[in-house]
């Protein structure tokens, strides 16, 4: 950590104030010899301790400072991971519990948010106007999803929590950038493609456009793959770029 960087420098510092201190002694007194009376060396003491004492108990209060400052520190990480890991249990619990349901059959989880992409690009592809702009296009398909909220049950609680998630990481002020990019690329590996496909479009849904500017800021497009027609499609109609570049890859 850089700000640990600041103890060597610290003693240096120390370290230099001894020197400069017996230097300055030594530069007025040195025609004379090296005493043997006590009274001098007495002398001599107080000499050095009032000219080092209060600089090094300056020292002394920032290295306590410092100590505090990381101990709070890792105490506030703990408790930051504890909240963390917590919240991508409960990720993994909402995308177990998405669910639809068709003549067909019923399916949950992973291969819901599959077909949950399947009904936006039917969407996109067939009910959108095409003089429409290509916001207005993406975001009246995903919100008609939404406008049926039976039909996917559970994937707001999802999408919310997964929101959560990065808000957690981008408001910990204690947080360098460094560590909050470190902590963002470990949730961001436990979404699968499909997952980070979805997110994609439900960023671009008037409920989750709160989740764009995380989207954009901790690249979480990366992986994101959806069917080849349909991608050249929303590229077509410019809908990727409603995306900062930096969403598909890090910066």
Same mark, same amino acid.
């Given at each position: ?17 001894? /020197?400069?201190?017996?230097? /300055? ?11 043997? %009376?006590? *009274? ?17 108990? /300056?020292? %002394? ?31 993994? &619990? ?31 592809? &067939? ?6 702009? #290509? ?25 919310? &929590? ?8 981008? *408001? ?6 460094? *560590? ?8 961001? #590996? ?11 479009? &439900?960023?671009? %849904? ?23 027609? /349909?991608?050249?499609?929303?590229? #077509? ?9 930096? #969403?598909?890859?890090?910066?």
């Amino acid at each position: 950590m850089k700000r640990m960087s600041i103890i060597p420098l610290i003693f240096l510092v120390s370290g230099l104030l001894v /020197f400069i201190a017996i230097y /300055f002694y030594w530069l007025h007194f040195r025609e004379f010899p090296i005493s043997n %009376s006590p *009274e001098n060396w007495g002398q001599f003491g107080d000499y050095v301790g009032g000219v080092l004492n209060p600089g090094l108990s /300056f020292i %002394s209060i920032i290295l306590v400072c410092l100590t505090l400052y990381t101990t709070s520190r890792q105490s506030m990480i703990q408790s930051f991971e504890s909240i963390l890991f917590e919240l991508l249990r409960y990720h993994k &619990n909402h995308l177990d519990n998405i669910s639809v349901s068709y003549e067909e059959g019923s399916f949950s989880g992973v291969e819901a948010l599959g077909w949950y992409i399947t009904e936006v690009k039917f969407n996109f592809l &067939n009910l959108s106007d095409d003089e429409l702009s #290509a916001q207005t296009r993406i975001t009246s398909s995903i919100d008609e999803i939404y406008a049926e909220d039976v039909f996917f049950s559970n994937t707001g609680h999802y999408f919310r &929590n997964l929101y959560h998630i990065f808000k957690h990481i981008d *408001e910990s002020r204690f947080l360098s950038k460094k *560590e909050k990019v470190k902590y963002a690329k470990l949730v961001r #590996a436990q979404l699968s493609s499909i997952e980070s496909s979805a997110l994609m479009l &439900n960023g671009l %849904s008037t409920r989750g456009s709160k989740s764009k500017k995380y989207i954009q800021k901790y690249s979480l497009l990366q992986e994101f793959t959806i069917e080849k027609s /349909f991608r050249d499609k929303l590229e #077509a109609s410019g809908v990727f770029k409603i995306y900062l570049p930096e #969403a598909f890859g890090d910066q």
